[in-house]
């Protein structure tokens, strides 16, 4: 079992940036953000395999970069440029086991989730 807990959400002005942690309570090898808007399916974000590999919602590539650091269990998501769309509730996710890069960003492939950190982008 892996429990994660998100922060860093908050309030900011289209153009700002924000940055989302989340604290994990062991080490899973590939780790995600996702993202839900009300009435809507779950979308992934950002994603990270191992320390290097990467994938990227189209909606957010050149504006959030997706990182961990093992020795602290954490997972972080820089959020730069911001728009009103980004604003929703984010998810931290994760999954012991290696994940293709299909799965990198399915919601299906992760087994543990945190309880979500809300952002929201004023215009």
């Known amino acids: 079992q892996v429990q994660l807990v998100e922060s860093g959400g908050g309030s900011v002005q289209a153009g700002g940036s924000l940055r989302l942690s989340c604290a994990a309570s062991?080490?899973?090898?590939?780790m995600a953000w996702f993202r839900q808007a009300p009435g809507k399916e779950r979308e992934g974000v950002a994603a990270?395999?191992?320390?290097?590999?990467?994938a990227y919602a189209d909606s957010v590539k050149g504006r959030f970069t997706i990182s961990r650091d093992d020795a602290k269990n954490s997972l972080y998501l820089q959020m730069n440029s911001q728009k009103p769309e980004d604003s929703t509730m984010y998810y931290c996710?994760?999954?012991?086991?290696?994940?293709?890069?299909?799965?990198?960003?399915?919601?299906?492939?992760?087994?543990?989730w945190g309880q979500g950190t809300q952002v929201t982008v004023s215009s």
């Open positions: 062991g080490y899973s090898y590939c």
């Open positions: 996710a994760a999954e012991r086991a290696t994940c293709s890069g299909g799965q990198m960003l399915a919601e299906y492939f992760y087994n543990y």
């Open positions: 990270i395999r191992g320390y290097v590999i990467t």
